[in-house]
């Protein structure tokens, strides 16, 4: 599976932010694709995930409420979509897939990824 994240850039603070993630390749069955950041100087952290078979999805506590996620299983992208953004949202944007029907928070348990994408809030 090969995975390809675009859309990030420069927004200011409130602003809405779309990213997109487009998967290549062979998927078997159910799987889950994630969308995962990293600040300057920070870990990798979960930011939201969704289910392929039935839409399920999860988010972390930080954006939940302002962060929206939803794939299209027959063009095999995910989008996501930020609204009010805030300079803390700045970071590289990364998406993942896990070949399990169960969407975790550790980015241990995805196998592929994509290049990463950049995201930058201005105050």
């Known amino acids: 599976v090969q995975l390809q994240a675009s859309g990030g850039g420069l927004v200011q603070a409130g602003d809405f932010l779309g990213l997109s993630c487009a998967a290549s390749?062979?998927?078997?069955?159910?799987?889950?694709m994630a969308w995962f950041r990293q600040a300057p100087g920070e870990e990798r952290i979960f930011v939201a995930c969704?289910?392929?078979?039935?839409?399920?999805?999860s988010y972390a506590d930080s954006v939940k409420g302002r962060i929206t996620v939803s794939r299209d299983n027959a063009k095999n992208t995910m989008t996501l979509q930020m609204n009010n953004s805030k300079p803390e949202d700045t970071a590289v944007y990364y998406c993942?897939?896990?070949?399990?029907?169960?969407?975790?928070?550790?980015?241990?348990?995805?196998?592929?990824w994509g290049q990463g994408t950049q995201v930058t809030v201005s105050s």
């Open positions: 969704i289910r392929s078979n039935d839409g399920h999805t």
């Open positions: 993942a897939v896990r070949l399990n029907s169960q969407c975790s928070w550790s980015q241990d348990r995805y196998r592929y």
């Open positions: 390749g062979r998927t078997f069955g159910t799987y889950i």
